[in-house]
């Protein structure tokens, strides 16, 4: 099929990318002409794996990248929408997808062929069939079944979008009517072998945020019963998860072989979520849900329970080494998640801005995303920078561990001892173990352990 691509973002260009892979025809339109441009030249402007490789082989034969709106609508049969929204002021702003949405409908004001509308941007519950639909029906002049219009939400994870996008397991689109369905499920038809759900256009938008709140609130559940168990003390939260995750309900028994699906992954304490994803998606169906009259409590602590995770770890290198006025901290890892150069709502970053607040030295390592957080940190001094972890740990009176990094987990214990003032470690994701850690003669203690 023919199809082009609103935004070249990390959704819109895995997207445009995956579909040529697949064997559509793919024209992907940006306003930013640098980018365009980088795509047309066989450069991601995003890293993700393997992202760059797939656009080398689709360039050209499969798929080209403009700026100009007009032409890619009257050459393909379907616009997908991928464009940002951003969280600002307490709530989801649909500036981009409102301005997509109008492009668009001016396009097909004058096209005779039938067209159909995707919204693949994550967007609240009612924004498809109210927002959306009214801008395209204003700016065309037609009704819809003059023209299609789907939602069909991304589940793509940072880091593994393209094996996610390429193997799906599960594919909703949400319709108002049949045609759209029809016309826009060809997409996937024949190329993927996941479920196909049809629902209404809300509940398509509903999954995409209910499978997030899911996600965010095990994470908060961890460290909310961790918490608890830090106050009774000598229990491992990290032990006691390991036999509610063997539950029957939660692992699966098959021949005397235990299956852990992925999501039990969420169950293990730690020092909180961030990304460009859970933090803004709980907090925009708060505050839609609070709009609308209903407060959603559960929600509500899931956030408060992520935002607390700074001061639990602030409150337990205090236990170790005292005040932390001038003394040397390491900060292990900045990106939100190994796999990425991302800080976006990243805890590392919250808690160097907390440390420097306490008026700690700050010493940060990360193998990619140093970048990014010079420029977030850009009015925050008392901060070094190091691409090598080893030294980062010169001299420093406590160590903490923030993001799970295979180079950081693989780090020795010796390493530990030789390189610091004292060998305190702070285990933010809970990557070693606590037993090993202390015989090895680390004074060390992580989230649920203490
Ligand atoms: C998330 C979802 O996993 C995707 O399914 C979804 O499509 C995407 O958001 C989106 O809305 O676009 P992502 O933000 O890339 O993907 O990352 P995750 O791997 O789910 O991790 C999110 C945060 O939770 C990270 O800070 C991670 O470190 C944290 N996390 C994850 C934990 O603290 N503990 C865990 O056990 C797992």
Same mark, same amino acid.
């Given at each position: 099929?023919?199809?082009? *691509?609103?935004?070249? #973002?990390?959704?819109?260009?895995?997207?445009?990318?995956?579909?040529?892979?697949?064997?559509?025809?793919?024209?992907?339109?940006?306003?930013?002409?640098?980018?365009?441009?980088?795509?047309?030249?066989?450069?991601?402007?995003?890293?993700?794996?393997?992202?760059?490789?797939?656009?080398?082989?689709?360039?050209?034969?499969?798929?080209? @990248?403009?700026?100009?709106?007009?032409?890619?609508?009257?050459?393909?049969?379907?616009?997908?929408?991928?464009?940002?929204?951003?969280?600002?002021?307490?709530?989801?702003?649909?500036?981009? !997808?409102?301005?997509?949405? /109008?492009?668009?409908?001016?396009?097909?004001?004058?096209?005779?062929?039938?067209?159909?509308?995707?919204?693949?941007?994550?967007?609240?519950?009612?924004?498809?069939?109210?927002?959306?639909?009214? *801008?395209?029906?204003?700016?065309?002049?037609?009704?819809?079944?003059?023209?299609?219009? !789907? &939602?069909?939400?991304?589940?793509?994870?940072?880091?593994?979008?393209?094996?996610?996008? &390429?193997?799906?397991?599960?594919?909703?689109?949400?319709?108002?009517?049949?045609?759209?369905?029809?016309?826009?499920?060809?997409?996937?038809?024949?190329?993927?072998?996941?479920?196909?759900?049809?629902?209404?256009?809300?509940? @398509?938008?509903?999954?995409?945020? @209910?499978?997030?709140?899911?996600?965010?609130?095990?994470?908060?559940?961890?460290?909310?019963?961790?918490?608890?168990?830090?106050?009774? #003390?000598?229990?491992d939260?990290v032990e006691f998860l390991e036999g509610v995750h063997m539950?029957?309900?939660?692992?699966?028994?098959?021949?005397?072989?235990?299956?852990?699906?992925?999501?039990v992954?969420?169950l293990k304490?730690?020092?909180?979520?961030?990304?460009?994803?859970?933090?803004?998606? !709980?907090?925009?169906?708060?505050?839609?849900?609070?709009?609308?009259? /209903?407060?959603?409590?559960?929600?509500?602590?899931?956030?408060?329970?992520?935002?607390?995770?700074?001061?639990?770890?602030?409150?337990?290198?205090?236990? +170790?080494?005292?005040?932390?006025?001038?003394?040397?901290?390491?900060?292990?890892?900045?990106?939100?998640?190994?796999?990425?150069?991302?800080?976006?709502?990243?805890?590392?970053?919250?808690?160097? +801005?907390?440390?420097?607040?306490?008026?700690?030295?700050?010493?940060? /390592?990360?193998?990619?995303?140093?970048?990014?957080?010079?420029?977030?940190?850009?009015?925050?001094?008392?901060?070094?920078?190091?691409?090598?972890?080893?030294?980062?740990?010169?001299?420093?009176?406590?160590?903490?561990? &923030?993001?799970?990094?295979?180079?950081?987990?693989?780090?020795?214990?010796?390493?530990?001892?030789?390189?610091?003032?004292?060998?305190?470690?702070?285990?933010?994701?809970?990557?070693?173990?606590?037993?090993?850690?202390?015989?090895?003669?680390?004074?060390?203690?992580?989230?649920?352990?203490?």
């Amino acid at each position: 099929m023919n199809i082009s *691509i609103i935004g070249t #973002g990390y959704v819109g260009l895995v997207t445009g990318v995956c579909l040529a892979k697949k064997g559509h025809k793919v024209i992907c339109v940006d306003k930013i002409q640098s980018v365009v441009d980088s795509i047309n030249n066989g450069i991601t402007p995003i890293y993700e794996k393997n992202l760059n490789e797939f656009l080398i082989d689709v360039l050209g034969d499969k798929l080209e @990248a403009t700026t100009d709106i007009k032409y890619a609508v009257e050459n393909s049969e379907i616009s997908i929408i991928a464009v940002g929204t951003p969280f600002t002021e307490g709530k989801i702003d649909l500036e981009y !997808v409102k301005e997509a949405a /109008y492009d668009i409908g001016m396009v097909l004001k004058e096209k005779k062929d039938y067209h159909v509308v995707c919204v693949k941007s994550t967007v609240i519950p009612t924004t498809t069939d109210t927002i959306v639909l009214n *801008i395209l029906e204003v700016a065309s002049g037609k009704k819809l079944g003059e023209f299609g219009l !789907v &939602m069909n939400p991304e589940f793509l994870r940072e880091g593994n979008a393209v094996e996610d996008f &390429m193997n799906p397991d599960r594919i909703i689109i949400g319709t108002i009517d049949d045609t759209s369905f029809d016309v826009f499920s060809k997409i996937y038809k024949d190329y993927f072998s996941a479920p196909i759900i049809r629902t209404n256009t809300r509940t @398509a938008e509903m999954i995409k945020y @209910a499978t997030n709140a899911l996600l965010a609130t095990l994470i908060s559940f961890s460290n909310e019963i961790a918490a608890v168990s830090e106050e009774i #003390g000598d229990i491992d939260a990290v032990e006691f998860l390991e036999g509610v995750h063997m539950d029957r309900r939660l692992s699966v028994n098959i021949d005397g072989k235990l299956i852990k699906p992925d999501i039990v992954k969420y169950l293990k304490p730690g020092r909180g979520f961030g990304g460009s994803c859970f933090p803004k998606d !709980v907090k925009s169906i708060i505050s839609f849900s609070e709009s609308l009259g /209903y407060v959603p409590r559960i929600l509500k602590s899931v956030i408060e329970v992520n935002d607390f995770q700074t001061e639990r770890l602030l409150n337990l290198l205090k236990e +170790k080494i005292g005040e932390l006025n001038s003394k040397s901290i390491t900060v292990l890892g900045l990106s939100f998640k190994p796999g990425t150069d991302d800080i976006r709502e990243s805890q590392s970053i919250k808690l160097i +801005k907390s440390l420097q607040e306490k008026g700690a030295l700050i010493k940060c /390592y990360d193998p990619v995303a140093i970048e990014n957080a010079k420029k977030e940190l850009k009015d925050y001094s008392n901060i070094e920078y190091f691409d090598i972890y080893k030294d980062a740990l010169v001299n420093a009176d406590a160590a903490v561990i &923030m993001t799970d990094w295979d180079v950081i987990s693989s780090i020795g214990y010796d390493e530990f001892k030789k390189l610091m003032n004292n060998p305190v470690v702070i285990d933010g994701c809970r990557i070693f173990d606590k037993k090993e850690a202390q015989s090895n003669d680390i004074n060390y203690v992580g989230i649920g352990c203490r």
